[in-house]
């Protein structure tokens, strides 16, 4: 049973507009919540964050939103570049253990 | 520069053999982790340690062992009890008790 999920492969956005990424869990004991981004043959590298106790994060572009009671967070980059096109993890866990989302491939497109 | 230096980059092994990967880290962290990543999946657990001299199975941990004798290193050893070993692995560490982890550049590693 796969405990975190991203259920959108892929997503095309144009450049400037808004990219709205999704992940749902299904473990209520997940404490933390996180987005990782990767590039082909790389480590991931790590974006934002948010514990259990918010329900919203922002850095920069990027906000992270945590519905507790929907068991489902969302990464919103504002505006999108060309350079964010990679591929995004969604990450959730506690006791510093994460559990990994399969990715969705982000494209940008000039 | 801190990080963490997978070795290495790409690795080839014949079947029926064991094969270490390296994993150093130069962060101070307490928590060392090993993933497994096959295309178009995400990051699995194999192992992980969060002190010198101890480790716990993850969630794919069969045909996968480590040691964990120094903080800096966790070197993870895939054996021929693994049946599917070509997958890109990835090294990761944390603070104790924070949840953001660094990553190392991975390693690729195919059967032949």
């Known amino acids: 049973d796969q405990q975190v999920k991203q259920n959108s492969p892929s997503l095309s956005v144009q450049e400037g507009r808004i990219s709205i990424l999704n992940c749902d869990y299904t473990n209520s004991m997940f404490d933390y919540f996180l987005w990782y981004k990767k590039y082909p043959a790389e480590g991931p590298t790590f974006l934002i964050s948010i514990s259990s106790i918010k329900d919203k994060n922002e850095d920069g572009r990027f906000t992270v939103f945590l519905n507790k009671s929907a068991k489902h967070l969302s990464l919103h980059i504002v505006p999108s570049q060309p350079g964010d096109s990679a591929v995004y993890f969604c990450?959730?866990?506690?006791?510093?253990?994460?559990?990994f989302g399969d990715g969705t491939t982000l494209t940008v497109k000039p | 520069d801190g990080g963490i230096t997978q070795s290495p980059k790409y690795l080839f092994r014949k079947e029926g053999q064991n094969v270490t990967l390296s994993c150093e880290q130069n962060l101070n962290h307490d928590a060392m982790y090993w993933y497994r990543q096959d295309p178009g999946q995400g990051l699995r657990l194999i192992y992980y340690?969060?002190?010198?001299?101890?480790?716990q199975k993850g969630d794919i941990a069969e045909g996968y062992s480590v040691s964990r004798e120094k903080k800096e290193s966790f070197p993870l050893t895939v054996t021929s009890a693994q049946k599917n070993p070509t997958a890109f692995y990835l090294c990761?560490?944390?603070?104790?008790?924070?949840?953001?982890?660094?990553f190392g550049q991975g390693t690729r590693l195919t059967v032949v």
């Open positions: 340690s969060q002190i010198v001299n101890d480790f």
């Open positions: 990450a959730a866990g506690q006791t510093g253990k994460s559990t």
């Open positions: 990761a560490s944390t603070v104790s008790g924070w949840t953001e982890a660094f």
